[in-house]
């Protein structure tokens, strides 16, 4: 997750001046620090947040982010990011109303990974369960069809991301 950080002065006074700071595992007090450092040539910066990166919209706004995206990076694998909004979205879940301890353990639990396709994700599963105990004789009968659409309707899909649906 990243942020660009300007301020209203320097925004009033024709320049974007600022600087994109990453605050994966960031807390919110480091994150206002790193802001005044960067800005430490005001007196009393107004932060402008000019833009940003892997942060749902309705986290952060022009002059505000969210207490929960600093739960959410301290909390989240910085790899597992971009899956776990995919999950508030897809199931959802408003996370400023839920406990982000709860929010990570139900997403941990759910998550299946990356892959091209529901289709794809379930081959590769029912391969790695079943195909040892199949004789390779057997093996040609197999409908990977009839496999993907007795269990697709366990998942969802979405953007490359696979969750178990509960």
Same mark, same amino acid.
């Not at 309705?58 to 990076?73: K, P, T």
């Given at each position: 997750m990243r942020i660009y950080v300007g301020t209203y002065e320097k925004y009033n006074s024709g320049s974007i001046a600022g600087k994109w700071l990453d605050i994966d595992a960031m807390s919110k007090s480091e994150f206002?620090?790193?802001? &005044?450092?960067l800005h430490k040539d005001e007196k009393d910066p107004e932060f402008m947040f000019q833009d940003f990166e892997n942060i749902p919209k309705?986290?952060?706004?022009?002059?505000?982010?969210?207490?929960?995206?600093? &739960?959410?990076?301290e909390n989240v694998e910085e790899g597992d990011l971009e899956a776990f909004f995919e999950f508030l979205n897809a199931f959802g879940i408003d996370a400023e109303n839920n406990d982000i301890n709860e929010l990570v353990d139900e997403f941990t639990d759910c998550y299946r990974g990356e892959h091209d396709t529901l289709k794809d994700y379930i081959e590769e599963m029912f391969d790695e369960c079943y195909m040892p105990e199949v004789p390779e004789s057997m093996r040609f009968y197999i409908s990977y069809d009839l496999v993907y659409r007795e269990h697709a309707h366990n998942y969802y899909f979405c953007n490359g991301h696979v969750f178990e649906q509960h």
């Open positions: 206002y620090t790193k802001c &005044e450092e309705n986290m952060i706004g022009e002059s505000w982010v969210s207490d929960l995206v600093f &739960e959410i990076a």
